[in-house]
Structures are given as C-alpha cells and as structure tokens.
C-alpha cells in the first residue's frame, strides 16, 4: 500500500491514507475529500459542544459526561496526532464516531435537537470541501483525475507520499470560504 499524508493548505488538518498504487486519482480524491469533510465535521461539532460549554448546562450529570466522552473519543481520533503516530483513518470510524455524538445529542435533546433533520441543519452553515473539485497537489503537480497514482510515483507499493488538498482557485491570493488562501494554478 501506497502511504498518502494529505495535508490542507494550510496544514490545519492532515492525516494517513492507504492506498494501492493502481487505484485511479479519482478514487483516492473521492476518499479523501471525504475523510476531510468528516474530520470537518467532528471539529465542529466539539467547537459546537464542548467549547461554547453553554448548551450542556441543565444536562444531566450522566448524559453531558456521556456527550463529551463521545466528542473527545472523536477528536482524538481525527487528531494529527494519528498522521504523527502513522496510523491511516477510516472513514467508516470517523462516521461512526460522527453517529455517536448525533446519538448522545438527540438523546439529551441539547439546544432543542429532537430529531436528525434539526441536528443536519447544524451542518447547514459548514463549507466542505467539493470531491469533484477538489485538486490534489504532489511534488508541486496537480493529480489528474483520469490517471492511476502508478502514473506519478510507479509501482513501488512501499511509496510514501505527501500530498496537499486544495479547492479550485479564481486568481491569486483569493480566501476561499472555509478560510484557506491559494494561488492561481498555472
């Protein structure tokens, strides 16, 4: 397996990713802008609960130790600290991580979530990243879609590569929303 750190473009977030060199780019950019987007995801919602504190008062005990369990399990799972410790992430656990904290929130009926629509509507004011246009960078190239990753790193399956995400650029030192800056690709 091909060991991918991916890494925004501000390195914000990164994180592991296994694949095998003859998996298509357009494949692993799928994987990966969705793995971002659920790390997105879990670092929202512990800004959400666990940092603004005042939705879990008049929790009960047992149920706010339940939730910031279930959010601190999330985040050290999607820390950089696993990238550093060379561990790849999954997405199924990042969703199921994701489920967990839905769970505890609903369950607690927090800010007045009583059901899954209210909670998604949480999201609504997130800006994820795109998978289809979202561009990979290695070795300063872009990856294009319609070409395996044996194209550029051959098919050594003991590869280590380091690869940036980034969203597509309007011109030059343009700040997209979510708040990374690019410059205009040539």
């Not at 473009?9 to 357009?26: G, H, I, R």
Request: aromatic share 8%; hydrophobic share 35%; net charge neutral.
């Amino acid at each position: 397996m091909v060991e991918i750190q991916v890494k925004d473009a501000e390195e914000k977030q990164q994180f592991l990713y296994e694949s095998e060199c003859s998996k298509q780019v357009e494949e692993i950019a799928k994987d990966v802008t969705e793995i971002y987007n659920l790390i997105s995801k879990i670092q929202y919602l512990n800004f959400t609960f666990q940092q603004q504190q005042c939705p879990l008062q008049g929790c009960h005990e047992d149920v706010a130790r339940s939730l910031m369990r279930a959010l601190s399990e999330a985040q050290a799972y999607a820390s950089k600290d696993i990238a550093l410790n060379k561990r790849p992430l999954s997405p199924h656990v990042l969703r199921d991580h994701i489920q967990t904290i839905e769970r505890e929130v609903l369950k607690s009926h927090l800010m007045g979530f009583s059901d899954s629509y209210q909670l998604q509507k949480l999201y609504s004011d997130m800006k994820l990243l795109q998978e289809d246009t979202t561009k990979l960078w290695w070795a300063g190239k872009e990856l294009m879609r319609s070409k395996c990753l044996c194209d550029y790193v051959g098919k050594n399956e003991k590869t280590k590569i380091l690869i940036k995400l980034e969203k597509p650029s309007l011109g030059s030192a343009r700040q997209s929303d979510n708040g990374f800056s690019y410059e205009k690709a040539s």
